[in-house]
T-cell receptor, first 111, second 115 residues
Framework: NAGVTQTPKFRILKIGQSMTLQCTQD?????MYWYRQDPGMGLKLIYY???????DKGEVPNGYNVSRSTTEDFPLRLELAAPSQTSVYFC??????????FGAGSRLTVL | AQSVTQPDIHITVSEGASLELRCNYS??????LFWYVQSPGQGLQLLLK??????LVQGIKGFEAEFKRSQSSFNLRKPSVHWSDAAEYFC?????????????FGKGTKLSVKP
């Protein structure tokens, strides 16, 4: 059981570069989420999806984009990286909206 | 506004001692309540959840939590802490369905365990 798989685990970007964080789940969950975690701030919702072809903004969507072409994949795109996007990013999935399985996280540093 | 407050940023307890982590929420509708645990360098793992019914819920690893509607609280407890419980604990609240189901997390409480 792979669960929720995120890649890469670590990445350093220069200001203005772009990249995609990959997220794949093998549990056939309809709901998928991207959160960012900053020290002492808990988790903030960036984007979520309730099924293939459907995405919606969360609390902190600016500077990010997502797509959901399949049930399994929910990539997060960072365009024009900024230092404020330095964070740990978590992908999660669930059958319903609440009971989530989290990936191990992707630590991104923007210099 | 919907929110979750975890008043304690960092708690240290001795191994074998009891533990209570506090969580207060503000939510306009019937809340669904959760506790997640995060070990260093890992993702979050669900400890327990409350949807309805018995207000005392049991979770994994010997944890329990009690929902008190009058106090808007959902405190996490464990009678005897083990060194492996050292981690960060997050309380979360969500609703029933749609975007209302999206979880709102507290800022977390870091638990240290003394030998």
């Amino acid at each position: 059981n792979a669960g929720v798989t995120q890649t890469p685990k670590f990445r350093i970007l220069k200001i203005g570069q772009s990249m995609t964080l990959q997220c794949t789940q093998d549990m056939n969950h309809n709901y998928m989420y991207w959160y960012r975690q900053d020290p002492g701030m808990g988790l903030k919702l960036i984007y979520y999806s309730v099924g293939a072809g459907i995405t919606d903004k969360g609390e902190v969507p600016n500077g990010y984009n997502v797509s959901r072409s399949t049930t399994e994949d929910f990539p997060l795109r960072l365009e024009l990286a900024a230092p404020s996007q330095t964070s740990v990013y978590f992908c999660a999935s669930g059958i319903g909206a609440n009971v989530l399985t989290f990936g191990a996280g992707s630590r991104l540093t923007v210099l | 506004a919907q929110s979750v407050t975890q008043p304690d940023i960092h708690i240290t307890v001795s191994e074998g001692a009891s533990l209570e982590l506090r969580c207060n929420y503000s939510y306009g509708a019937t809340p669904y309540l959760f506790w997640y645990v995060q070990s260093p360098g890992q993702g979050l793992q669900l400890l327990l959840k409350y949807f309805s019914g018995d207000t005392l819920v049991q979770g994994i690893k010997g944890f329990e939590a009690e929902f008190k509607r009058s106090q808007s609280s959902f405190n996490l407890r464990k009678p005897s802490v083990h060194w492996s419980d050292a981690a960060e604990y997050f309380c979360a609240v969500g609703g029933n369905g749609g975007s209302q189901g999206n979880l709102i997390f507290g800022k977390g409480t870091k638990l240290s365990v003394k030998p």
